[in-house]
């Protein structure tokens, strides 16, 4: 595995590698990796030639008041998971080389960005899509994988890709659970052992939601009713938002439909930790 | 020379063209073409392999007072032109494709927006980036030609390119000017007779600007009150902004400095029709 820190190295790694005639798959990261994003590279593995992991805590996607310095690195660790999932190429660069001063430039995508996150956490997605942006612009790859854990930055990097018409392709990858259901996320590591048990209530709850719509509940309000009833009864979670929300437009449904997809999320806090997590439910 | 207006179409050509080691330029236009857009054909031609002209009147670079929907066409004309000048394969997109229902993602560089035309014409800029960013990765160029004509605009797109990682290089081409001074731009077409004629002051403020500094003048009110003058004396002028900026901040200078350069730029309206012009001078 190539080790690249400088934007440069990395572009004309890229163009070689297109020239000779081979697949780029990129997985962005912010690094302390878990099976999470292991998944993410071996999937890349399956559909380029080589694979591109980078890691990078984008300060841009995280508000003042939020965890930028206090989220969890360790770059030791996180190189040597990378390669033994199989990436070639790991790409770390700085946060001067990335956000020299006087940088002045956002991508922003209007609209589905506004609401779930996005009404918690306003400038997140602006953030997400300028680091992608220049992600795409440095590492030049044919396919880019992203987990389905972040339902809402899928929607929105598929959008981002379409209008800006970046020519590479998005592949989702499905969550990877702990046995007992909480989704993996960098973040769990913030967790009290109180407040890991309480947060195995999240996945419960969307499992719940799932039964609901399978037995025929079209009534949403119904549904979010019994979420928050489950998750409140732990002491420590503080409930952001639960939404039932058509998977394309984001926007909350008004009733379960016949027959397609609704998308189930929350944001959840336990203490100081927010957590996210979702499920896609299909209506056959 | 080949035209192509399907994106997909233009993005396998210019990928097949790369990989064969070509080096690929583009010159971004609205059409209407005129010897200022022809000379940015010929730079681009002593820089790359493969010329790709693009013609697409950008709706959302006008606001909607402006004159999107009478802006000067005539696509048989521009197609002889630009092969006549070089051009290797013309782009020239639909509106349809370019913004399909449900667009949604705008590039926006903050601060060097803001002033001189972004004062007048606030969304304009935002346009100008987000076509320029989707014509870039349709055509994915090695360099991109840009008139001078356009001051704020190039600024404004080195600093996109530099901010995003566009791995590309901007080159400028000089003002062209008609035999009487007056800067080639599609616009000119919407001069009356009279309009016409007393449209040459633009260019004689201009120079007049330069001979002071030259002369040593280092208090820009006194050359900016003198160009004023000149240009109200024309009966139909009307001025929106005469600036002496700092050619990269864009940021007014409180006093000509001893070396270096600065930015003569303005904005004059002449019955309906806007036009700009500018001059960078140079401090020996």
Chains 1, 2 share one sequence.
Do not use: C, W
């Not at 980078?54 to 930028?68: G, H, L």
């Not at 989702?172 to 973040?187: C, F, N």
């Not at 195995?200 to 799932?210: D, G, T, Y």
């Amino acid at each position: 595995m190539r080790i690249i820190s400088s934007v440069r190295e990395m572009q004309q790694a890229t163009d070689n590698f297109r020239r000779a005639g081979k697949l780029i798959g990129v997985v962005p990261t912010m690094g302390y990796l878990h099976e999470g994003h292991l998944s993410l590279i071996h999937l890349a593995r399956r559909h380029a030639d080589v694979v591109i992991t980078t890691i990078f805590v984008n300060p841009t996607q995280f508000a003042p008041n939020e965890d930028f310095t206090k989220y969890p690195r360790d770059i030791e660790r996180d190189t040597a998971l990378a390669e033994s999932a199989g990436t070639d190429i790991l790409f770390t660069p700085s946060t001067d080389e990335m956000y020299p001063r006087e940088y002045r430039t956002y991508v922003v995508v209007e609209q589905i960005t506004k609401m779930l996150e996005g009404q918690f956490r306003p400038t997140h997605f602006r953030g997400v899509t300028t680091i992608v942006t220049k992600l795409f612009n440095i590492t030049k790859p044919h396919v880019a994988v992203f987990g389905q854990k972040d339902a809402q930055q899928v929607v929105v990097i598929k959008q981002m890709v379409k209008d800006l018409n970046f020519d590479l392709e998005i592949i989702v990858a499905p969550i990877v659970r702990e046995q007992d259901g909480l989704a993996l996320s960098s973040r769990n590591v913030y967790l009290s052992e109180s407040e890991r048990k309480q947060s195995i209530v999240l996945s419960s709850a969307l499992r719940r939601a799932e039964e609901y719509v399978h037995r025929g509940e079209k009534t949403p309000s119904r549904i979010i009713g019994e979420m928050k009833k489950m998750i409140t009864a732990q002491p420590s979670a503080r409930v952001d938002y639960i939404s039932i929300a058509d998977p394309a437009s984001l926007e909350d449904v008004s009733a379960i439909p016949h027959h397609g997809s609704v998308l189930i999320s929350l944001a959840v806090r336990f203490g100081q930790t927010r957590l996210i997590d979702n499920m896609l439910v299909y209506i056959p």
